[in-house]
T-cell receptor
């Protein structure tokens, strides 16, 4: 499978715990994006990387959220001290300069439930 | 006001019907436009890019009106398998960058 992969697919955690999600982009895609989607809404942008550089962060990304892409390949998104409002689907996408960076391809998402 | 607005639906149509979805965007500097399809509890998948001249892909036709800041998607001869949520998406950066999604329009095609 050469698509975007995300792990875990589901995560249930108790309020106050820390969680970390992983995203592996399509090989040779140099841009990687994180989005969050809640029920009945479209995805909302969180942050994105070009190679290992984090180029933009949304104001939705509070100081409890941190994302990294240390070697310019896979990325992790960590949420510290989770709150019930963090319950959502976390989607990762990647894009390639060969397609003008315009077409983003999404992974299956990690569904987070905070109890 | 949301940056990308869509009628959330649901649109309930019979098989074979033609259905049109509309979308408006607020940033006149928006650079690129897309329709994504999202099946229930799955990830969004790119359906088609939208060009100023309009473009067609089989039963699907997309139109862009920059003056009115309006995007449309027409589905002809709808199939049961077209049932999904259709997301209108814009990008404000001519170098790519973040996508801005509408709320999505739910389509249900009935036999």
């Amino acid at each position: 499978d050469t698509g975007v992969s995300q792990n875990p697919r589901h995560k249930i955690t108790k309020r106050g715990q820390n969680v970390t999600f992983r995203c592996d982009p399509i090989s040779e895609h140099n841009r990687l994006y994180w989005y969050r989607q809640t029920l009945g809404q479209g995805p909302e942008f969180l942050t994105y990387f070009q190679n290992e550089a984090q180029l933009e962060k949304s104001r939705l990304l509070s100081d409890r959220f941190s994302a990294e892409r240390p070697k310019g390949s896979f990325s992790t998104l960590e949420i510290q001290r989770t709150e019930q409002g963090d319950s959502a689907m976390y989607l990762c996408a990647s894009s390639s300069p060969d397609r003008g960076q315009y077409e983003q391809y999404f992974g299956p998402g990690t569904r987070l439930t905070v109890t | 006001r949301k940056e990308v607005e869509q009628d959330p639906g649901p649109f309930n149509v019979p098989e074979g019907a033609t259905v049109a979805f509309n979308c408006t965007y607020s940033n006149s500097a928006s650079q690129s436009f897309f329709w994504y399809r999202q099946d229930c509890r799955k990830e969004p998948k790119l359906l088609m890019s939208v060009y100023s001249s309009g473009n067609e892909d089989g039963r699907f036709t997309a139109q862009l009106n920059r003056a009115s800041q309006y995007i449309s998607l027409l589905i002809r001869d709808s199939k049961l398998s077209d049932s999904a949520t259709y997301l209108c998406v814009v990008n404000n950066d001519n170098q790519g960058g973040k996508l801005i999604f509408g709320q999505g329009t739910e389509l249900s095609v009935k036999p």
